[in-house]
């Protein structure tokens, strides 16, 4: 297994790492809006999703992949009013269309909108 740490997204809030790799797969942990030096982005989930995108973007490239390489995906939202919104700025990020859940959550740390966690496989 490998862990991994990259600066260009915001580092672990608990003890677990931004991602591991292990037998060819990526596994991040999810990711809310906070900006690489951890200040929280405190906006609508249209801005939250896309600082969370660029934070998972930020790691797999850490671990020599890409978004298209996601396999699947998993969504936690706030409130699943913001699901359109929030399709809005994934399907920028995620064209290609892999697997994928959301699920509506009581509450999210930092009472984040979204959070995004996601499994790629390597290059």
């Known amino acids: 297994m490998q862990f991994i740490k990259t600066d260009k997204a915001p580092q672990a809030i608990g ?3 931004q991602a591991v790799v292990a037998n060819g797969m990526i596994y991040t942990s999810g990711q ?26 930020s790691v797999l490239e850490e671990a020599g992949a890409s978004l298209q390489n996601v396999v699947k995906t998993t969504i ?8 359109n919104d929030l399709n809005i ?3 920028k ?19 984040a909108l979204v959070e995004i966690e996601c499994v790629a496989i390597i290059k």
Do not use: W
């Open 93 to 111: 990020y995620f064209s290609h269309k892999p697997a994928r859940s959301t699920v509506a959550v009581k509450t999210l740390p930092k009472n």
């Open 76 to 83: 936690f939202l706030a409130n699943m009013n913001d699901f």
């Open 32 to 57: 809310i809006a906070l900006l690489p030096n951890g200040e929280f982005l405190d906006g609508d989930v249209k801005s939250q999703t896309k600082q969370v995108c660029e934070n998972l973007k």
């Open 15 to 17: 003890p677990y790492s």
């Open 89 to 91: 700025v994934y399907g």
